[in-house]
């Protein structure tokens, strides 16, 4: 049998030491040391600016086109608007806040208060446009009380603009401004003066660039605290871990929201990093829009790509059926990346097929693990893996303590890249750290080979997420939701996993539409969900799926005795999603408690699907 090749890429050797300490547990690091990295992120801008002047740096669609901005034209664009922001009064306690989408005025905002020492605070769009009651935003606009509010447009962000919270707050628009406000070309129409020059000067590695809002579970969102320390280690460390970054200078076409760590600091820094191109994708993984996702991967070839597991199952039916895309989207790519939540089997294989199909060799898949706390990168795959759910090593500055928990090891993790703690939450800093100083991020992971370290750390879940049956036995829900899906496949967008103090395992399944579609080829396109879901057809997969886990023979635990479908797609305003695409477990299971009710006591509903 042939062997197929990895495509030609240079990875920083898998190494890794373990210190052992008392009970089962160990430190495992990486015996490679950090090395020197950036002050802050305004000195990769002015060493761009000079050595790679007219290479495009943010590119946007406008119109056919794209618009585009060099290196030296983004340098005294930044320097203008760090000037507006100084002569308005704000600094470190009067940050910016921005409601809006991914965008070049976005970006440059950003990165000129981040210039002068005032932090940024990019909020989820979805708290201003898709919250009925703005209670989320109202939240972190009275924590944050900023000193400038930028919205893109005025007028889809109107209602938003005008909460009690952000009265007297200077509202600035790029288009169709809203009474009394400012526009973004004021901004860039201010002269900078010797007072940028001096701020700059003042920025230190411990200075707050960026407070990120998490997205919580049943609580209101907690702010990061995010210095140029974390930022600027974590590039290095990653520049380390994968060294061919110092061959190329990266392009993206990533649509993934800057108000989260993954896309606003993993991604788009290291565009930062290594002098690369970002053409901000308008897609998402969403009806509709992923279609603008393929349309900007057929004009442009990234050289890394990066999306969630959600976005590649939308992504590959549109690389399968069009080979132009194929092409263009394979030609230069090193490598594709997934993160936000486990990659189920069957996408991780139809990638590598896809990949194989186009170029005739494996372009690598790879992934990593952080979190807003960790800005972002505290493992990362630099080494060949054949299957999902291996998350790599701890990169250089990163250690993380294994501690045995509830029959899993707890990973905690200490390093440059960490948070000082949550803005104006000391009682919430205080219980995020332990007694040796690691920051308790609530996951757990295991070694791919526990006699060889260096194969790697794979995830196994959250710590908090795990439940018991009546029975004692533990359920480790992170792997039995990948295994479901994977099993279930098509018919299944995402699940989230019941039983807790119940006899046997259930899942409530997000169901597909195209997934349901393929299984039903003669319904109608526009045929509802909610009507696919009750033939017979979408409910014997989702039953031979359980069969096939039950076939296994891993015991209860992996068992999924019962099942339903839902039609309904996760809700935000009730924490069910980010706008990233990740399901929180804890908030579906309290939001729909009354289907998990109708999954354990509903004896004979049609609706339930059962092993047999």
Known sequence: MKTIAWGPINFAPARVEVEKLEDGAFIIRSPDSLK?????????????????????????????????????????????????????????????????????????????????????????????????????????????????????????????????????????????????????????????????????????????????????????????????????SNQQAIRQCWPFLAEIHPVLVDWLPWNHTFGGNHNFNMVMRHGGTLYIDEGKPMPGLVDKTAANLKEISPTLYFNVPRGYDMLIPLLEKDAELRANFFKDLKLMFYAGAALPQNLWEKLEQLSIQTVGYKVRLVSSWGSTETSPMITTVHFDIERAGNVGLPAPGCEIKMIPNAGKLEMRVRGTNITPGYFKRDDLTRKAFDEDGFYIIGDAGKLADPDDPSKGIIFDGRVAEDFKLTSGTWVHVGALRVAILDAAAPILQDAVITGHDREEVGVLGFASLPGCLKLCPDAAPDTPLAELIARPEIKARLQAAMKALAAEGKGSSHRVGRGLLMADPPSIDANEITDKGYINQRAVLTKRSDLVEKLYTSAGDADVVRLG
Not at 80 to 105: C, E, F, T, W, Y
Not at 164 to 186: D, K, Y
Request: hydrophobic fraction near 45%; include cysteine.
């Open 36 to 232: 020197p990295f950036s002050r802050c992120l305004g000195d990769l801008l002015y060493h761009w600016a000079d050595r790679i002047p007219n290479n495009a740096f943010l590119a946007q669609r406008a119109g056919d086109g794209w618009r585009k901005i060099t290196w030296a034209q983004a340098l005294p664009m930044v320097e203008a608007i760090a000037q507006s922001l100084l002569d308005r009064g704000l600094n470190k306690h009067r940050p910016v806040m921005i409601l809006s989408d991914n965008s070049i005025d976005h970006a440059l905002l950003a990165l000129a208060a981040m210039h002068v020492g005032i932090p940024v605070s990019p909020v989820s769009p979805a708290y201003s446009l898709v919250s009925k009651d703005h209670s989320k935003l109202k939240y972190i606009a009275d924590l944050l009380k900023p000193g400038l509010v930028y919205a893109a447009d005025g007028a889809k962000f109107a209602d938003a603009l005008v909460i009690p919270e952000l009265a007297r707050v200077e509202v600035v628009n790029s288009t169709n401004p809203i009474i009394g406000a400012s526009t973004f070309e004021s901004l860039l129409a201010t002269t900078p003066g010797p007072e940028v020059e001096t701020a700059f000067a003042s920025v230190r590695p411990g200075t707050v660039s960026k407070i990120l809002f998490t997205s919580g579970s049943t609580d209101m969102p907690k702010g990061v605290i995010n210095t140029q320390r974390m930022m600027c």
